[in-house]
């Protein structure tokens, strides 16, 4: 596994923390830019899939938001 995989997974271990930061699309429809960042907030690894790309699954501190529920709702499977 590489570096920056195992800095994640051991990040809590090693004194650092995760903020998660997440978006809806990349490219933002209206200005072609990219789109904005919503920051979710700290969040603790719990499990991880493969690599290259790894998949990570995390915990977050805190609830999400209610006004982001809805979308996050959508992506949820299982």
Do not use: C
Request: avoid cysteine.
């Amino acid at each position: 596994m590489i570096p920056t995989g195992q800095r994640y997974i051991h990040h809590a271990e090693r004194g650092s923390r995760v903020l998660l930061f997440v978006r809806e699309f990349k490219n933002d429809r209206i200005s072609g830019g990219a789109a904005a960042y919503t920051f979710l907030g700290t969040a603790a690894y719990v499990k991880h899939e493969g690599s290259r790309p790894m998949n990570i699954t995390w915990h977050l501190d805190r609830p999400i938001p209610a006004k982001y529920l809805k979308k996050t709702n959508k992506l949820v499977v299982g």
